[in-house]
């Protein structure tokens, strides 16, 4: 089973800061973590940083730190009642790109003390951080074993994702060669070491996954639960005719079309409703999110999904709003891009939560959402718009250059500026504003993991 470690950009920063103070000294932190026990992989997401103090450590050299471990405490006992885990990271300030017999010698001391208060088998880290930021993590067992983490992601105004050894790919691919020439060839292996889920495969999700697919994503995860119908073959890339009139699933036609690229992308298809716990919980495991819904429930879950696991989430938004003669009083898109702390969908004003209950009560109880709809009390809930292919893979393409630039820094401008892009094709605007404030109702959820209720929520089809 694959262990992985996730943290926040602004997570990060704070680590980095206390970590490396300026006098060239090891230091040290502890973190209380959320987990995710998921079916492929077991990953811990940084939720609540304590630093260690300075004037606590005992020892503090350039190749050194030692401190009052009876500071562990407090966090022992959140971990143990809440099912969380404990991250210990540390500085070293020389560069030295491994943990020495000093750090075995102490994480063995300090973790037996931890698996001998948490009385339970899931696994704890050990981190390091290096001069440029880098983090390396391990796993350490109630035994004293080490197991290197298979990835660490930092999400944040760019993507960091690090990996103890990169994915090797074959040098005489000459498409695999031009996009290292362009992109870099430590882009080429961060795509290829990727798994991203597209959650909606219609008018923007199809050329969006066209995309990721050429770019060399190592996995794919589709989740749509209509079929194809005629009215869709105008905007749904690969599908046909015949698709429709057998009424084949939207994410198996692509996936049959991802499999005959023969690229080396490999897909999952899933057709099913995005609302459920299960499906929901499977989705954590991937890397990133892209989001190409037009409903409100979706794109809220799909926001506090990213929360509580620490993903970076990619949200995708067309409106054109035509009167069939010719007018056109609408003809933008967006691509939202929203850390785990940071604003959210509703902050931004995308989505209501009004919207959100309506659509749940629709998809749960659709007899008392028409006599709430009669009666007034729901408006403007859902609006069928027409579909122009040129917009959606306009608007696809604004969302997979988004993830490479975040993934490869090559803009003039700071990635935090580019928070939200939105065009108007009847003014010929494309905008670029920066994220808000975090979002009060989830930032403080950032990296719980599993809880509970699962994202803390009580919905019967969200829990196990």
């Excluded at 990727?194 to 994503?217: D, F, K, M």
């Excluded at 003039?412 to 404030?437: K, M, W, Y």
Aim: charge should be negative.
């Amino acid at each position: 089973m694959a262990v992985k470690l996730r943290m926040t950009g602004r997570q990060h920063a704070a680590l980095s800061a206390h970590l490396y103070p300026g006098d060239g000294k090891e230091a040290v932190a502890l973190a209380l973590c959320g987990r995710l026990q998921g079916r492929e992989s077991h990953i811990l997401m940084v939720h609540q940083i304590v630093p260690i103090p300075y004037m606590e450590c005992l020892v503090r050299t350039p190749v050194r730190v030692t401190w009052k471990t009876d500071l562990i405490e407090p966090l022992l006992a959140e971990a143990s009642k809440k099912g969380m885990a404990i991250l210990k990271i540390h500085s070293h300030p020389g560069g030295f790109p491994k943990f020495s017999e000093t750090d075995d010698i102490a994480d063995r001391e300090l973790f037996s003390s931890i698996y001998s208060w948490i009385d339970d088998e899931l696994p704890h880290m050990s981190a390091i951080m290096l001069p440029g930021g880098r983090v390396l993590a391990r796993v350490v067992s109630r035994q004293g074993e080490f197991q290197d983490v298979d990835m660490v992601s930092v999400v944040g105004d760019d993507l960091q994702f690090w990996r103890p050894s990169p994915t090797d790919a074959a040098e005489s691919d000459p498409l695999e060669l031009k996009s290292r020439q362009f992109f870099g060839e430590e882009t080429y292996r961060r795509m290829r070491g990727l798994s991203a889920v597209v959650a909606g495969c219609s008018g923007t999700g199809s050329p969006l996954v066209e995309q990721l697919a050429r770019l060399g994503v190592g996995r794919l995860t589709l989740v749509d639960p209509d079929v194809v119908k005629e009215k869709n073959l105008n905007r749904i890339l690969n599908t046909s005719r015949l698709d429709a009139i057998e009424e084949r699933f939207k994410v198996n036609v692509i996936a049959d079309a991802i499999a005959h690229m023969d690229l080396g992308t490999s897909v999952q298809a899933l057709p099913v409703n995005l609302i459920d716990g299960q499906v929901l919980r499977q989705l954590a495991e991937c890397d990133v999110l892209f989001g190409c819904m037009d409903s409100a429930e979706g794109r809220y879950y799909l926001n506090r999904l990213a929360v509580f696991y620490c993903l970076p989430y990619f949200d995708l938004g067309v409106r054109l709003d035509a009167d069939g003669t010719g007018g056109v009083s609408y003809a933008c898109g967006s691509v939202h891009y929203l850390q785990p702390d940071g604003s959210s969908l509703i902050g931004r004003g995308m989505i209501s939560l009004d919207s959100v209950q309506a659509e749940g009560l629709a998809r749960r109880n659709p007899a008392e959402y028409a006599r709430q709809l009669k009666e007034g009390y729901i408006r403007n809930v859902h609006v069928e718009r027409p579909a122009v292919i040129t917009i959606n893979m306009l608007i696809a393409a604004m969302a997979a250059n988004e993830f490479i630039a975040r993934l490869h820094p090559y803009r003039r401008v700071d990635s935090s500026e580019c928070a939200i892009r939105t065009f108007d094709l009847r003014e010929n605007d494309h905008l670029c504003q920066p994220d808000g404030e975090p979002c009060s109702l989830l930032a403080h959820y950032a990296g719980r993991g599993d809880a509970r209720l699962f994202l803390d929520d009580p919905a019967p089809e969200l829990q196990p």
